[in-house]
């Protein structure tokens, strides 16, 4: 069965500095994973996805996640934090590969402190 | 991207009425549409797949009696709380699925409150 675990329920970081979240996934198949994030009052906006290409793949506003098959992991990378990343982050898995069964991760809060 | 609008963003009802919470996609059209609920600190689950002129699929455990979708359009998707009790309080939210699986847009939510 496919599941997926984010690690922290919180993280808290200054501005400029690094971000890392973390997600480890369990699929019977090749998964297809994706990060969404959430901002307060907002409808999920699409991160990046990886879908068995490159295993490093590249989002939007400057996120990264790379695919560890020997760790089952895609924990969300980004070089410096901005105050507008503040935000829940869900990591997702794909029962099918497309859209249709997404299983959603407990959700990452992100705070950035000044 | 494409545009998912979800209306109500807020609804209180009280005990024992029925509330319709409705999905539109903007821009494009979605043969398919999800609905998802959100419980407090917890992740979103999905409760029904909805296709475009057929039946909902329901995930095991959603009582498809009391969670009505109607998706009667290429554009709209509605989930109707049927009879609804204070443990129907929750945040659902719908997304559309755009081209062939391409990628699924999601509504800004709507926060359901039965008191």
């Known amino acids: 069965a496919q599941s997926v675990t984010q690690l922290d329920s919180h993280v808290s970081v200054s501005e400029g500095t690094p971000v890392l979240l973390r997600c480890n996934y369990s699929?019977?198949?090749?998964?297809?994973l994706f990060w969404y994030v959430q901002h307060p009052n907002k409808g999920l906006q699409l991160l990046l996805k990886?879908?068995?290409?490159?295993?490093l793949v590249k989002g939007i506003n400057g996120f990264e996640a790379e695919f560890k098959k020997s760790e089952t992991s895609f924990h969300l990378t980004k070089p410096s934090a901005h105050m507008s990343d503040a935000a829940e982050y869900f990591c997702?898995?794909?029962?099918?590969?497309?859209?249709?069964?997404?299983?959603f991760g407990a959700g990452t809060r992100l705070a950035v402190h000044p | 991207g494409a545009v998912v609008s979800q209306h109500p963003s807020r609804v209180i009802c009280k005990s024992g009425t029925s509330v319709k919470i409705e999905c539109r996609s903007l821009?494009?059209?979605?043969?398919?549409m999800f609905w998802y609920r959100q419980f407090p600190k917890k992740s979103l689950m999905l409760m029904a797949t909805?296709?475009?002129?057929?039946?909902?699929?329901?995930e095991q455990g959603v009582e498809k009696d009391k969670f009505l979708i109607n998706h009667a359009s290429l554009t709209l998707s509605t989930l109707t709380v049927t009879s609804a009790h204070p443990e129907d309080s929750s945040f659902y939210i719908c997304?559309?699925?755009?081209?062939?699986?391409?990628?699924?847009?999601f509504g800004q939510g709507t926060r359901l409150t039965v008191v």
């Open positions: 997304s559309a699925l755009w081209g062939a699986l391409v990628e699924a847009f």
């Open positions: 699929s019977s198949y090749s998964p297809s």
């Open positions: 990886y879908t068995s290409a490159a295993t």
């Open positions: 997702v898995v794909s029962i099918s590969g497309g859209y249709n069964k997404l299983i």
């Open positions: 821009d494009f059209q979605a043969t398919t």
């Open positions: 909805s296709n475009e002129g057929s039946k909902a699929t329901y």
